[in-house]
């Protein structure tokens, strides 16, 4: 069964001193103290809904484009997030929950109807520590997000008390306060080529693999060689065509000329020859 705001409100811890307290309950297990409790810091009764509690940005994220570098937001910062970018987010509450209710973590209706998509996220019960939270803009325009904002709903679900509470061993994120040391086990890092290395197999390897939108960069630069080649054919071309011939006859007529005047070196030395002969004669 779904928390309604009557029940987030009335189960909320929500004193500062309470609040101390109650993060030292949810370290040490004491499941007497924290009863069906929950604990959301900093609380904010302007964030709760009928059926859900709004979630704020927190100081830190992460980009998937340079996954192992943690950045900090600045109280008023914000976060530019280009297209078909993927970044995880950290959540501004802390979030503790008893042995009987869950979590889980939707997106806000408002950043969908913007083309943002956002990976939904199981709370356990027994959780305590901050959220991350993986937000992907699939919009073909730059989005953001500021520090503070409302980008996500928590919806708190009642269940039956389970048996096995979380601990560190077998969830090593909880309790967790900051982003800490990104760890991604399946991401293996490829080394980049060089332009002179990539081949065509190569390119129809990647449109095989990913798809649109590389079909279309492909389709472009097939595109360009066309529009080159047809550049060259009706205006390139023939210049150099005009070119080359225009300097041939310029030196085939050096050639000529040089010739010529050979040609009429040696006739004047054999007039000059005659002329000396029969003089003598």
């Known amino acids: 069964m779904w928390l309604c705001d009557a029940d987030i409100e009335r189960l909320a811890i929500r004193e500062p001193v309470q609040v101390k307290d109650a993060m030292d309950w949810w370290k040490s297990q004491e499941w007497e103290k924290i009863g069906e409790r929950i604990l959301i810091d900093p609380f904010d009764a302007s964030n709760v809904h009928p059926v859900s509690y709004e979630l704020t940005v927190g100081g830190e ?86 520090r503070g904002e409302r980008f996500c709903n928590l919806i708190l679900l009642r269940t039956g008390e389970v048996r096995r509470p979380l601990s560190k061993l077998s969830t090593p994120h909880l309790g967790r306060t900051t982003m800490g040391k990104p760890e991604y086990p399946s991401l293996r890092p490829q080394q980049l080529r060089t332009p002179d290395q990539v081949s065509a197999n190569d390119i129809r390897e990647m449109v095989q693999r990913f798809g649109a939108p590389f079909d279309v960069v492909v389709g472009g630069l097939e595109e360009t060689k066309k529009e080159v080649l047809r550049a060259i054919e009706k205006d390139i071309g023939p210049r150099m065509v005009d070119t080359a011939v225009t300097q041939a006859v310029k030196k085939a007529f050096k050639t000529q000329q040089l010739m010529f005047g050979i040609l009429l070196a040696e006739f004047g030395i054999l007039v000059a020859g005659l002329l000396t002969f029969l003089l003598r004669r």
């Open 61 to 146: 994220w992460v980009s998937l484009r340079d996954p192992y570098t943690v950045r900090q937001i600045a109280p008023a910062g914000v976060i530019a997030i280009p297209p078909h970018e993927t970044i995880l987010v950290l959540t501004e509450e802390y979030i503790a929950l008893p042995k009987t209710i869950g979590g889980i973590v939707v997106p806000r209706a408002r950043k969908l109807f913007e083309g943002s998509a956002l990976a939904a996220t199981r709370v356990e019960p027994t959780w305590h520590g901050k959220l991350v939270v993986g937000f992907t803009n699939q919009s073909q325009y730059t989005t953001s997000l500021g």
